[in-house]
């Protein structure tokens, strides 16, 4: 079990928005910086989110991420198709480990 | 552009020492802004970091892992190199090496190797 919560699924039709949540606590994601990951089949994990808000250059700007206090959620409008697979957010723990969430699964209805 | 290539064996008997070694192209494994990192991933579950580590060899190690990890980098062949001892059928997974930018606290991982198979098994 994940010390960072996330819901193990979501869902949207394309165009719609989703939100994904992510859980932790005043010693991970409230002291420190979240970053978020896409996991499509087959592929690496990539980048989406890092310092709880920044996209890096080649993020389309559907995909947002936001924090307060001890939870960030991933914001993804204009829903894609190709946007179907795992999302993992992920923080550094004052213990000096970095957590990821547990994943999760967006499906594209 | 950063590229992690992950190489070692695929299939490891239990209670020996899993070795994987990541190499490193079109970035310093000496740069002061990025440090190397592991990650894993079970079958059918989510990432699991594993630690991570400065070219200088100031290391952080998953708590839960740490009596049986250790990692090392070679500055010379821009490769760093993971060892976990007496391994179990819960070491099986895709292992992942990447890099990590930024510092304790407020860093990402923004490259990733294509992650290589190890099962454990006899």
């Known amino acids: 079990q994940s010390v960072l919560t996330q819901p193990p699924s979501a869902s949207g039709t394309p165009g719609q928005r989703v939100t994904i949540s992510c859980s932790g606590s005043s010693s991970n994601i409230g002291s420190n910086y979240v970053t978020w990951y896409q996991h499509l089949p087959g592929t690496a994990p990539k980048l989406l989110i890092f310092g709880n808000n920044q996209r890096p250059s080649g993020v389309p700007d559907r995909f947002s991420g936001s924090k307060s206090d001890t939870s960030a959620s991933l914001a993804i409008s204009g829903l894609q198709p190709e946007d179907e697979g795992d999302y993992y957010c992920?923080?550094?723990?004052?213990?000096?480990?970095?957590?990821f969430g547990g994943g999760t699964k967006l499906t594209v209805l | 552009q950063v590229q992690l290539q992950e190489s070692g064996p695929g299939l490891v008997e239990p209670s020996e020492t899993l070795s994987l070694t990541c190499t490193i192209s079109g970035d310093s494994i000496t740069s002061s802004s990025h440090f190397w990192g592991w990650i894993r991933q079970p079958p059918g579950k989510g990432l699991e970091w594993i630690g991570s580590?400065?070219?200088?060899?100031?290391?952080y190690y998953k708590s839960s892992l740490k009596s049986r990890l250790t990692m090392s980098v070679d500055t010379s062949k821009s490769q760093f190199s993971l060892r976990l001892s007496s391994v179990t059928a819960t070491d099986t997974a895709v292992y992942y090496c990447?890099?990590?930018?930024?510092?304790?606290?407020?860093?990402?991982?923004?490259?990733w190797g294509q992650g290589t198979l190890v099962t454990v098994s006899s």
């Open positions: 990447a890099r990590q930018t930024g510092w304790v606290g407020d860093s990402c991982f923004d490259g």
């Open positions: 992920a923080a550094w723990d004052d213990s000096l480990n970095v957590l």
């Open positions: 580590i400065f070219h200088t060899g100031t290391a």
